[in-house]
T-cell receptor, first 113, second 113 residues
Framework: DGGITQSPKYLFRKEGQNVTLSCEQN?????MYWYRQDPGQGLRLIYY???????QKGDIAEGYSVSREKKESFPLTVTSAQKNPTAFYLC????????????FGPGTRLTVT | GQQVMQIPQYQHVQEGEDFTTYCNSS?????IQWYKQRPGGHPVFLIQ?????EVKKQKRLTFQFGEAKKNSSLHITATQTTDVGTYFC?????????????FGTGTRLKVLA
């Protein structure tokens, strides 16, 4: 069954700790994305990757880091430098060309206290 | 930089009433996509518009892309309770060298039975 998975669904961390969110896809898509969604707001792009071993900063990359060592995986690390990390994080993938839809994972809700 | 605004932010309608959300970009777009996010869920692709002045229909949903390719609308005829959710537009950049979409702020629709 093809799709995009994120784990865990809910994540709780103490302030000052780094945390890594998982994103895996078996759709053979080249492009992958990380978005942040805050209550009542739209999706803001954190990082995106158009191909393995390459990624670019989105609009709100500060305090986050990513890697793209495998085509199917695009983990996001929320570092202690991120001032307001509590949010809903969504991972997405697309075949890699501009006119294709994005497929979203179920999301990870991160709470930092 | 490119910005995409959506209005209204919220809309409550009685079941059976019509609903429209508008999407406006600060720059000309190559294409526009529409997504629906159910409460507690993740965005799901609805449709893509590419051509200037394009109109597409999906049952009770009508999508339009403006002549200048800077605005778009989604109209739902005779809303049903299953239409509840947040509707997002996502503008594709004119520069096709990047796969970076800019999402609108979303319109949250509530349908009262």
């Amino acid at each position: 069954d093809g799709g995009i998975t994120q784990s865990p669904k809910y994540l709780f961390r103490k302030e000052g700790q780094n945390v890594t969110l998982s994103c895996e896809q078996n759709l053979n898509h080249d492009a992958m994305y990380w978005y942040r969604q805050d209550p009542g707001q739209g999706l803001r792009l954190i990082y995106y990757s158009q191909i393995v071993n390459d990624f670019q900063k989105g609009d709100i990359a500060e305090g986050y880091s990513v890697s793209r060592e495998k085509k199917e995986s695009f983990p996001l690390t929320v570092t202690s430098a991120q001032k307001n990390p509590t949010a809903f994080y969504l991972c997405a993938s697309s075949p890699g060309q501009l006119f294709y839809e994005q497929y979203f994972g179920p999301g990870t809700r991160l709470t930092v206290t | 930089g490119q910005q995409v605004m959506q209005i209204p932010q919220y809309q409550h309608v009685q079941e059976g009433e019509d609903f429209t959300t508008y999407c406006n970009s600060s720059t000309t777009l190559s294409n526009i996509q529409w997504y629906k996010q159910r409460p507690g869920g993740h965005p799901v692709f609805l449709i893509q518009l590419v051509k200037s002045g394009e109109v597409k229909k999906q049952k009770r949903l009508t999508f339009q892309f403006g002549e200048a390719k800077k605005n778009s609308s989604l109209h739902i005829t005779a809303t049903q309770t299953t239409d509840v959710g947040t509707y997002f537009c996502a503008g594709g950049p004119r520069d096709s060298g990047t796969y970076k979409y800019i999402f609108g702020t979303g319109t949250r629709l509530k349908v009262l039975a």
